[in-house]
């Protein structure tokens, strides 16, 4: 006959189980119970913050955020090692996640972010770049100093200078009526034009400004050279024209958008050379760490020059062509020199002071 008792030890052993369980289960609620509420509370300042923003919740509110951030990733911690409950576990790790993005992610709009830039970030890299700066606009302006001499000692080297593609028909061999006409030309008569030039020389200015600042890295040699090139370029062109007695009124032409046009190619320069000086002089950085720490400021530099190309292409499209008294133009072209050179020169200080007082 078969015996139907059941072993002692099984049964001892089931019911240990079974009350391990019960026990971890009744622990798990407890746990839940003890901290729901605190959880809830954070849930909804989070969903707030999330709709509206930190700057929606009040001074008490955001410190209660902080507060029940940690509490939160503390009560996680715990339900990690003694909770049953994966639903818990998840809904911890879910909340802790959009706590943590609203306390440490940064609070501010792309509008801020542009703002920030434009009234911090680019003037203060501006002026921690005196050396860079020094060296793009020296090329240019070197550039051009030689440009006009060699071509007003001898006029045969402009065609060495100057694409044809960017003369046009604007050469030493051309008549003076006809240099004239191309400053003060009516475009609605001339098809092929001054704006086909103008379009032409922003395309190849902002080419330019894109080639020197990414070849700056090879030790600043190519970057200074492109700079020095364009130079050539602007001698060999004015040269020209004042050797036709234009001098005056090409000067009024080119300044009206060559004056932040040109220094937006000097800027480009500038952050290239930047970056070809990390290479060279690294100082107590290994000259990886100096490229990655100048590379900030080298892109806001880039950034800034493209800024000013647009500037000038507008200035070129529109104004260069309703304004045709010199003395207007050289007032403008001027003028947003001064603001250009005010802008960099003053934007952020006072924060940049703030920021190292509060440091």
């Not at 959880?39 to 955020?65: H, I, M, T």
């Not at 609203?102 to 501010?108: H, S």
């Not at 003076?176 to 400053?183: F, H, K, N, Q």
């Not at 207007?328 to 924060?351: C, D, K, N, Q, Y």
Request: glycine fraction near 10%; proline fraction near 3%; hydrophobic fraction near 50%.
């Amino acid at each position: 006959m078969t015996d139907l008792r059941i072993d002692p030890r099984m049964d001892s052993g089931a019911t240990l189980h079974a009350g391990g369980v019960q026990n971890d289960l009744l622990r798990s609620a407890r746990f839940r119970l003890e901290r729901e509420t605190h959880w809830r509370q954070l849930d909804q300042l989070v969903s707030r913050a999330e709709e509206g923003g930190a700057a929606a919740l009040s001074y008490n509110e955001v410190r209660d955020l902080a507060a029940g951030y940690r509490q939160a990733m503390n009560s996680l911690s715990v339900a990690r090692d003694i909770s049953l409950d994966r639903a818990l576990v998840a809904y911890l790790e879910s909340l802790c996640a959009r706590a943590y993005l609203i306390v440490y992610a940064p609070q501010e709009s792309l509008g801020g972010l542009i703002s920030r830039l434009l009234l911090k970030g680019i003037p203060q890299a501006v002026r921690r770049s005196a050396l860079p700066l020094f060296i793009g606009f020296l090329a240019l302006v070197l550039g051009a100093l030689a440009g006009y001499k060699l071509c007003s000692s001898d006029p045969s080297w402009f065609y060495t200078f100057v694409p044809s593609e960017l003369a046009d028909l604007r050469t030493p061999d051309a008549s003076a009526d006809y240099l004239r006409s191309t400053i003060y030309g009516n475009e609605r008569h001339e098809s092929d034009g001054l704006a086909a030039f103008s379009a032409y020389l922003f395309s190849h200015n902002t080419g330019i400004a894109v080639m020197i600042f990414a070849l700056g890295v090879f030790a600043s040699v190519p970057s200074f050279i492109l700079t020095f090139y364009n130079g050539l370029m602007l001698g060999a062109f004015f040269a020209m024209f004042r050797q036709k007695g234009l001098g005056y009124d090409a000067f009024a032409w080119l300044s009206i958008h060559g004056v932040t046009e040109l220094a937006a190619i000097s800027i480009a320069c500038a952050g290239g050379a930047g970056l070809g000086l990390a290479v060279l002089l690294p100082g107590a950085r290994t000259r990886k760490e100096a490229l990655r720490h100048q590379g900030h400021d080298a892109v806001k530099l880039a950034i800034l020059a493209a800024l000013m190309l647009v500037v000038a292409a507008f200035i070129e499209g529109f104004l260069r062509q309703l304004v045709q008294e010199p003395v207007w133009r050289i007032g403008i072209g001027w003028g947003m020199g001064v603001f250009w050179v005010a802008w960099l020169s003053l934007a952020g200080r006072e924060g940049k002071a703030k920021h190292g007082a509060a440091r």
